[in-house]
Nanobody, 126 residues
Framework: QVQLVESGGGLVQAGGFLRLSCAAS????????MGWFRQAPGKERLFVAA????????YYADSVKGRFTISRDNARNTVYLQMNSLKPEDSAVYYC???????????????????WGQGTQVTVSS
């Protein structure tokens, strides 16, 4: 069992930035790939970014590439999402998720996460 707690969401103006954090507890954090997803009202939950269990590989949705950066600190059992140049269309609830390292790095393309966080709201005003 892994518990995930997101933080760092809030209200920001377009062009601004936020850094989301996801603290994990429970089983060995470094044994999991990590990912961020988001869900806007009335829409499906979508992939945003992922990082491999080693931290060596990262992946991004086209809509955030060049603006968002995912990173992890295995010593702190925490994954981050640095979000720059925010746009109103980035407004959503952001969820942290984990997937066992036994899956491929691009696990999000073919399977659901093993665990989800509770989400943190990000609102970008125009």
């Amino acid at each position: 069992q892994v518990q995930l707690v997101e933080s760092g969401g809030g209200l920001v103006q377009a062009g601004g930035f936020l850094r989301l954090s996801c603290a994990a507890s429970g089983r060995t954090f470094s044994s999991y790939h990590m990912g961020w997803f988001r869900q806007a009202p009335g829409k499906e939950r979508l992939f945003v970014a992922a990082i491999s269990w080693t931290g060596a590989s990262t992946y991004y949705a086209d809509s955030v590439k060049g603006r968002f950066t995912i990173s992890r600190d295995n010593a702190r059992n925490t994954v981050y999402l640095q979000m720059n140049s925010l746009k109103p269309e980035d407004s959503a609830v952001y969820y942290c998720a984990v997937k066992s390292y036994t899956y491929p790095y691009r696990w999000y393309e073919q399977s659901e996460p093993d665990y989800w966080g509770q989400g943190t709201q990000v609102t970008v005003s125009s």
